[in-house]
C-alpha cells in the first residue's frame, strides 16, 4: 500500500511547524494585547448545533461523522438523503469556530465575565473541493467580543488585524460593508424577503463576475428591475464619503439600511481616530455568505499576493439566541493561518532564524567524553540555549552533516585533552571562527551564541 493522505490536506514537517507557529504566535500576542483570553472546543459538534446556522451552501460541506458501532442497523433505507444522514449521523466536525463558541458561551454563560472576550486557535473541516488556498482541514485564528453592541468592538477588529498583518510585513486592504445595508438593497429593489438569495449571490462575486451574479439574482427570483437598482452599489466607486452619501440616497426610505450606513460612518470615524495604518476600504458588494451576520462585516485580502480573503469577520446579534441565551450581540474576526502561511511563503517573508531549531551540536566523541559535556549542555539549556549531544560515536563527519543538514550554527567538538583541561571549544559552522571556554564560563558560550543570533 502506498501510504497518501485525503486530498485537502496537509503534512506538516518541522520547518513548515516552525513558520506555522510563528503565524500563531505573532496572533496569539497580538489577542492577547487586547485582553482576549484562549479557549477552545472539541473537534465534534452534534450536528443540530452546527445545522442551520451557516445558510445551504454551509450546510452543504459539513462532514458528518456516522454514529457509532453499525450506524446502519433498523435504518429505513428508503429515505431520502437528508432524511437517512439525519438518523445516522448525530455529530459532525466543526465548520468554524464562531458556533461552538456561542455554544460555549451559552453553556458556560454562568462562569463568564461579560463582555467576554476570548480568542480561539483551532482547525476546522469542510467538505470543499480543494484547491490554491483553499482546503478541507485548515487552522482558524478567531478573536471575538461578546456582551456588548459597541462599536468599539469593530474597532478592535480592525486593529487586530491592522497589528497582526504589519508585524508580519504583509500589505493588506481591509473591506469593510454591513449587513444591514445589504438588508436595505433588498427593501429598494422591492425583495425584502429575498435578503438571504441577495447576500448568498453577492457573495461570490469576486469568484464569478458580476455578470454571473446577476444571472444566479434571476435565478434566485429577482426580475431585471431589481437588478438595476442593484447593480449600482456592486460597482459604486470613489471615496468612503462619496459612496456613503450615493448610498444614503439610494436607502433614504429603507430604515434598518440607514442605520446600516450611520454604523459604517460612525465605524470609519473611529478607524481614523485611532490611526490605524492598513487600507480600509468601504465595499458595498462585500456579502459574508454566513446566516449569522447582522452588522458590520470585514474582509481581508493581501495586496502583493493573489489569493482569496485571508481574514474576516462581523458583527452577530442573534446566535446565542438558538441556543437559548437572547439580547447577547457579538462580534469576531478570524485568520485564516493556512492561507496567511501560503502568502508568506509566496512573498518569502517568514524570518530566516526560523529554520534553526538548536544552536549548539555537542560532537560524541567517546563515552567518557559524552558523559561529561551533557551536564554542560544541561545547564546551557537552563539558560534558554537549544543543545544537542549526537547520540552516537561515529566519524566527526557524519557528525557535521547531521549538523549542516539541520542549520545548527555551532558545534563543540571536546575530546580527551578539553575534558582534562576543563575547556568548551565553540565552532562557528558558517564563518569558521573557533573560540574556547573555561567550561564553566556558560556566560562567555551564551553571549557568542546569542550574538550570531542577531545578524
Not at 478573536?143 to 478592535?156: N, P, R
Not at 450606513?261 to 487600507?279: H, M, N, R, S, T
Not at 456579502?287 to 469577520?313: H, P, W
Not at 441565551?325 to 485568520?335: H, N, Q
Request: charged share 25%.
Amino acid at each position: 500500500m502506498t501510504p497518501s493522505i485525503p486530498k485537502g490536506t496537509r503534512d506538516f514537517g518541522p520547518e513548515q511547524m516552525a513558520r506555522r507557529n510563528y503565524i500563531f504566535d505573532t496572533i496569539k500576542s497580538v489577542f492577547r494585547k487586547f485582553g482576549y483570553a484562549q479557549i477552545e472546543t472539541p473537534a465534534q459538534e452534534n450536528l443540530s448545533t452546527l445545522l442551520g446556522k451557516y445558510g445551504e451552501e454551509g450546510d452543504k460541506l459539513l462532514f458528518r461523522i456516522l454514529n457509532s458501532g453499525d450506524a446502519f442497523a433498523g435504518v429505513d433505507m428508503s429515505q431520502d438523503s437528508r432524511q437517512l444522514s439525519s438518523c445516522i449521523c448525530e455529530k459532525g466536525l466543526r465548520y468554524d469556530l464562531t458556533v461552538p463558541f456561542a455554544r460555549f458561551v451559552v453553556q458556560h454563560q454562568n462562569d463568564l465575565v461579560f463582555p467576554f472576550k476570548r480568542f480561539q486557535i483551532q482547525p476546522v473541516w469542510r467538505a470543499d473541493r480543494p484547491q490554491k488556498g483553499r482546503y478541507r482541514e485548515f487552522y482558524q485564528c478567531d478573536a471575538d467580543s461578546i456582551g456588548s453592541k459597541s462599536l468599539l468592538g469593530e474597532l478592535e477588529m480592525v486593529q487586530m488585524v491592522d497589528e497582526v498583518f504589519d508585524r508580519l510585513g504583509v500589505r493588506v486592504c481591509l473591506k469593510v460593508n454591513n449587513r444591514k445595508v445589504l438588508a436595505g438593497i433588498a427593501q429598494a429593489c422591492g425583495h425584502p424577503d429575498k435578503m438571504m438569495d441577495i447576500t448568498v449571490a453577492i457573495d461570490k462575486i469576486d469568484k464569478i463576475g458580476i455578470e454571473k451574479v446577476e444571472a444566479e439574482l434571476m435565478e434566485r427570483g429577482l426580475d431585471s428591475k431589481a437588478i438595476e437598482i442593484i447593480r449600482p452599489a456592486l460597482t459604486l466607486s470613489g471615496d468612503t464619503r462619496g459612496k456613503l452619501a450615493t448610498m444614503r440616497a439610494m436607502l433614504a426610505s429603507s430604515e434598518t439600511g440607514s442605520c446600516g450606513l450611520d454604523e459604517i460612518e460612525q465605524l470609519f470615524d473611529l478607524i481614523e481616530a485611532a490611526g490605524v495604518k492598513c487600507a480600509v476600504e468601504l465595499d458595498f458588494s462585500l456579502a459574508r455568505g454566513l446566516n449569522y451576520y447582522t452588522g458590520a462585516i470585514f474582509e481581508v485580502k493581501a495586496m502583493d499576493y493573489q489569493i482569496g480573503s485571508i481574514c474576516g469577520g462581523g458583527r452577530y446579534d442573534n446566535l446565542t439566541g438558538i441556543f437559548g441565551l437572547k439580547d447577547m450581540s457579538g462580534v469576531g474576526i478570524s485568520f485564516g493561518a493556512d492561507r496567511i502561511y501560503d502568502v508568506l511563503t509566496g512573498l518569502d517573508l517568514f524570518p530566516e532564524s526560523l529554520a534553526v531549531s538548536t544552536d549548539l551540536l555537542f560532537a560524541n566523541m567517546g563515552s567518557a567524553e559524552a558523559r561529561w559535556v551533557v551536564g554542560i549542555a544541561a545547564a546551557l539549556r537552563r539558560k534558554g540555549i537549544s543543545c544537542e549531544v549526537y547520540p552516537d560515536s561515529v566519524k566527526l563527519k557524519k557528525q557535521f552533516d547531521y549538523a549542516s543538514r539541520k542549520g545548527i550554527p555551532f558545534l563543540s567538538i571536546c575530546g580527551e585533552s578539553e575534558m582534562q583541561g576543563d575547556t568548551v571549544n565553540i565552532k562557528n559552522l558558517s564563518s569558521g571562527e573557533q573560540l574556547s571556554f573555561a567550561a564553566d564560563d556558560l556566560d562567555g558560550i551564551i553571549s557568542v551564541i546569542c550574538k550570531n543570533q542577531s545578524k
